[in-house]
T-cell receptor, first 110, second 112 residues
């Protein structure tokens, strides 16, 4: 079955880059997503990548997809205090199923 | 085992009918959420509830209704007013609004 894993915690100094990693087992997904969950809010879609792409960049965010190793990462450049949140990766399988990772809590150190 | 359960996994509805999707959790979580997933768009928040007998509209509440009579249950009704109801629906819960989310397996609704 599908399994998506993430590290539970990540601490980064303000101004440094954050790299949040995600590994998955099923490579038949169509899209892979990164979501952000902030206090008092629901899930917010940050970015997504189509499964036949290797990289996508959007301002401070860079998504890298290594299909051979089944590894997805989200890099946040110049991390700010407002980036503190829980980050989820998710795999979509043709609109039939959406499998989430466990979430990574990003803490910013001043 | 503790968890969050959605049922059914697949649901078919005729146009003009209301249909209710079930979401139950035994995690003792206060907050529960309903999202809708469309390909390439990511999740969109329909409704959420922070506590029993209280719920708030999300970004796309029109055509949907919810209730929260019990802490464990947060059913979503897709009404005939929802113009494009065919989608994948995901339920989630959190202990509070600022904690890790747990997700159900999802319900695929198809209008025929």
């Amino acid at each position: 079955g599908e399994d998506v894993e993430q590290s539970l915690f990540l601490s980064v100094r303000e101004g440094d880059s954050s790299v949040i990693n995600c590994t998955y087992t099923d490579s038949s997904s169509t899209y892979l997503y990164w979501y952000k969950q902030e206090p008092g809010a629901g899930l917010q879609l940050l970015t997504y990548i189509f499964s036949n792409m290797d990289m996508k960049q959007d301002q401070r965010l860079t998504v890298l997809l290594n299909k051979k190793d089944k590894h997805l990462s989200l890099r946040i450049a110049d991390t700010q205090t407002g980036d503190s949140a829980i980050y989820f990766c998710a795999e979509e399988f043709g609109n039939e199923k959406l499998t989430f990772g466990t979430g990574t809590r990003l803490t910013i150190i001043p | 085992d503790g968890g969050i359960t959605q049922s059914p996994k697949y649901l078919f509805r005729k146009e003009g009918q209301n249909v209710t999707l079930s979401c139950e959790q035994n995690l003792n979580h206060d907050a529960m959420y309903w999202y809708r997933q469309d390909p390439g768009q990511g999740l969109r928040l329909i409704y959420y509830s922070q506590i029993v007998n209280d719920f708030q509209k999300g970004d796309i509440a029109e055509g949907y209704s919810v209730s929260r009579e019990k802490k464990e249950s947060f059913p979503l009704t897709v009404t005939s007013a929802q113009k494009n109801p065919t989608a994948f629906y995901l339920c989630a819960s959190t202990e509070e609004l600022n904690t890790e989310a747990f997700f159900g397996q999802g319900t695929r609704l198809t209008v025929v």
